[in-house]
């Protein structure tokens, strides 16, 4: 830029100058300047002001006289120029320094100082424990107004329910004519009291009780109820309440969004609140009109898929030693922990458990597929909840999570990479195993050596208290970068049981074959024994269209099987149009990115373009993020589509459920580098799974696609999904070199 001002351009909507050179300018190779910015560095600097300078200026303002008594008498000398100024800046105060960025960072995260008073309270959950005393002082204050919510007494009053001592002094200063009472009912809270709430995730229903709470007037908890929630379900009764009572705010997405402003939430978050909000609130109307018909709670064993476990007694010796061992390590985690109370003679029973010698090694429970290794485990993780112990099971696929979270909607059941939070700094989650008494690693074998190590670490960092269980099988899949716990320099010191013996397997036919695949190479005519009667449609055995709407109509319940992504979107897209034809489409939806194998190249991320995947009503899908564990919106749950609302697709859940699924809008990195940002349904196609998605389940019946050869211990896990030999098919060629063993060691 000249002194003229000429080559500045403004644009008011955004507060922001930019440079603008004529053609000419950039033909002759002339660049804008600040004829003041260039007299003081002497050398050209390219400068751009926008709205952000504020915190620059700051900078400018505050660094100098932070570090040093000179500047008055040094840096304002009317005498010197600007380039002597600026040189003396950069070299004795080094301004690029962390100081600099760490005040700019502010800008992010602002620094305050608060001269309130700050209580902290964590907010109860109507109707699911004792009122603390904040709240019972709340409902029984009598100087209080009645439109005053809890959140407003809570910044006026103090910690015995009287109006607050700093209220009391400013109404005297002030010298206000009208009563204390009278006056603190109708003047504004002027910030002397800050209230810190702690409160579940806006994804947690929860977290809108716990609002109402706080926002809506009440003198008895029974005002808050409303009739008309009563046909809701429990994981839609708050929001439900919420709307009832305060459609004012929530049937407001700018109001919504602004309080997430307020609490300084990042756009990707807001965004997908607002659908969060947006696609239960659709669901909650169509409740309330009669449209869903109100659901029914099932029994553990009307639930599909669930799994029914025998007693202690009915287990056989080798499961009975494995449940005892690991009963013997909850006992001694229950009796470490730490006392709750004030209590003698708990605090005297900790410190002589702590100071008796234990067994702090972590057992493992390894066998083949079928010994029952699984059976054995959830015996005694039934045992060790009834003891009181608080378990955490967490699964290497969400697919097989999801099959615990049905056989047991209590626990908290999650992905590896999601109960240990994988995503994170290992430093800022050393901390996440202390809360559990029993920890279950299930498909130890499917572990990586990094993510083993890191258990370990956390475990380590918890004191050894917790008891650390590993169940798997080592002669099946890897993980994705090819090595195994077993590598580990720390796997000799797991306490290893071994079960030996197949139990799922309820023919000897499938038995013999499962005990050769294991750990050889079938010979040519060992082969062609195993797949006798196997093949799903003849000598034409290739997955063609016409073939898989055989199979579907031959066996409705089957699951179809491959090595690759690629393989399983074709079975599921020819399973799509053997099962339904164009008259029944309902549309088309953007769903989970991973699904799309034209965004990969091998195991590489190209682009991140959303699957356009068919409706459907009856179409089988599964959910690929998690959402909502507590019911069932997580990675993994199948489903059936019912329709397609404005909001997303009403899906009704295998544990018995009906949610909405809604749009998820996620970052990708790709390959290159860049990030993209896309909106899409977290949903694929439930036909068809890879097998290192159904490694650890059982199914009803299988057909088998290896369509990639050499990949060690493909067809021992494939086959060995079912309890017998006739659940099982093929398509395509199996031949000997898709039967390598698994390198147990």
């Not at 599909?304 to 499961?319: C, I, K, R, W, Y």
């Not at 992905?415 to 809360?435: C, K, P, Q, S, W």
Request: net charge positive.
């Amino acid at each position: 830029m000249d002194g003229s001002g000429r080559g500045r351009q403004s644009a008011k909507a955004s507060f922001l100058a930019k440079a603008h050179s004529s053609q000419d300018a950039h033909d002759q190779h002339c660049r804008a300047y600040l004829t003041d910015v260039l007299s003081a560095l002497h050398c050209h600097t390219d400068v751009v002001a926008s709205d952000g300078r504020a915190m620059i200026l700051k900078y400018c303002a505050s660094y100098l006289p932070k570090f040093s008594s000179s500047f008055a008498q040094e840096l304002l000398n009317d005498q010197a120029n600007s380039f002597a100024l600026a040189r003396r800046i950069l070299s004795d105060y080094h301004p690029l320094q962390p100081e600099m960025v760490m005040q700019l960072a502010a800008q992010q995260h602002p620094q305050f100082l608060c001269p309130a008073v700050v209580r902290k309270l964590v907010v109860p959950v109507p109707w699911q424990k004792e009122m603390p005393q904040d709240v019972r002082n709340y409902m029984e204050c009598s100087w209080r107004r009645r439109s005053m919510s809890l959140i407003e007494y809570l910044r006026v009053s103090g910690s015995g329910g009287q109006i607050a001592q700093r209220y009391r002094r400013l109404h005297k200063i002030r010298k206000v004519e009208m009563p204390l009472a009278q006056w603190i009912n109708s003047s504004a809270a002027e910030g002397e009291i800050l209230v810190a709430c702690i409160m579940y995730s806006c994804y947690n229903d929860f977290h809108f009780g716990q609002w109402l709470l706080l926002h809506e007037p009440f003198r008895d908890i029974t005002d808050l109820w409303d009739d008309r929630a009563a046909c809701l379900p429990e994981e839609l009764r708050f929001l439900g309440l919420c709307l009832l009572r305060r459609p004012d705010f929530w049937r407001n997405p700018r109001r919504i969004a602004g309080e997430l402003q307020l609490e300084a939430r990042t756009d990707l978050y807001i965004t997908n609140t607002l659908d969060v909000i947006r696609a239960r609130t659709e669901l909650i109307d169509a409740f309330l009109a009669g449209e869903v018909a109100a659901p029914t709670r099932l029994q553990g064993d009307e639930v599909a898929g669930v799994t029914m476990l025998p007693d202690f007694n009915s287990l056989a010796p080798e499961q009975q030693l494995a449940a005892r061992i690991i009963a013997e390590r909850v006992d001694m985690a229950l009796h470490l922990k730490w006392p709750e109370d004030g209590d003698q003679d708990a605090w005297w029973r900790y410190l002589d458990a702590n100071a008796a010698p234990g067994n702090e090694r972590v057992a493992a429970i390894l066998g083949p597929a079928g010994s029952g290794k699984s059976t054995a485990v959830q015996v005694a993780i039934r045992r060790a909840v009834a003891a009181g112990a608080h378990v955490g099971v967490a699964c290497p696929t969400g697919l097989l999570a999801s099959k615990y979270r049905i056989d047991n909607p209590d626990l908290d059941v999650d992905t590896i990479h999601g109960m240990f939070a994988l995503h994170r700094d290992e430093v800022a989650t050393l901390e996440m195993m202390n809360m559990y008494d029993l920890v279950v690693i299930d498909e130890i074998g499917q572990v990586p050596l990094w993510i083993f190590e890191r258990i370990l670490r956390l475990w380590d960092a918890a004191d050894r208290r917790p008891a650390l269980v590993l169940i798997g099988d080592f002669c099946q899949l890897r993980g994705p970068d090819g090595t195994t716990a077993q590598q580990s320099a720390r796997w000799s010191e797991v306490g290893k049981v071994h079960l030996r013996t197949m139990r799922r397997c309820k023919c000897a036919e499938l038995r013999w074959k499962l005990e050769l695949l294991r750990s050889a190479i079938p010979s040519g005519r060992q082969l062609r024994k195993i797949l006798k009667k196997h093949s799903a449609c003849g000598s034409d055995n290739m997955p063609t269209a016409d073939n898989v709407a055989t199979i579907l109509r031959r066996t409705p319940r089957t699951q179809f099987v491959t090595i690759s992504r690629r393989a399983s979107a074709r079975l599921n897209h020819l399973a799509i149009g053997a099962l339904f034809d164009e008259t029944q489409l309902l549309g088309y939806i953007p769903a989970d990115p991973d699904e799309n194998h034209r965004n990969f190249h091998g195991q590489t991320r190209m682009n991140a373009e959303p699957f356009r995947m068919p409706v459907f009503p009856g179409i089988r899908v599964a959910i690929t993020k998690n959402e909502d564990k507590e019911h069932g919106f997580v990675n993994g749950m199948g489903g059936v589509v019912q329709r397609m609302r404005r909001s997303g697709l009403q899906v009704l859940l295998d544990n018995g459920k009906v949610v909405l699924v809604h749009s998820v809008t996620q970052d990708y990195e790709l390959a290159d580098g860049s990030v993209r940002r896309v909106a899409a349904l977290p949903l694929r196609v439930g036909y068809s799974s890879t097998l290192h998605k159904i490694q650890g389940a059982t199914l009803e019946h299988a057909t088998i696609w290896l369509d990639v050869p050499f990949v060690r211990g493909a067809a021992y896990v494939a086959i060995s999904r079912v309890q017998r030999d006739n659940n099982w098919q093929f398509l395509g060629r199996i031949e000997r070199k898709h039967c390598l063993p698994a390198e147990s060691g």
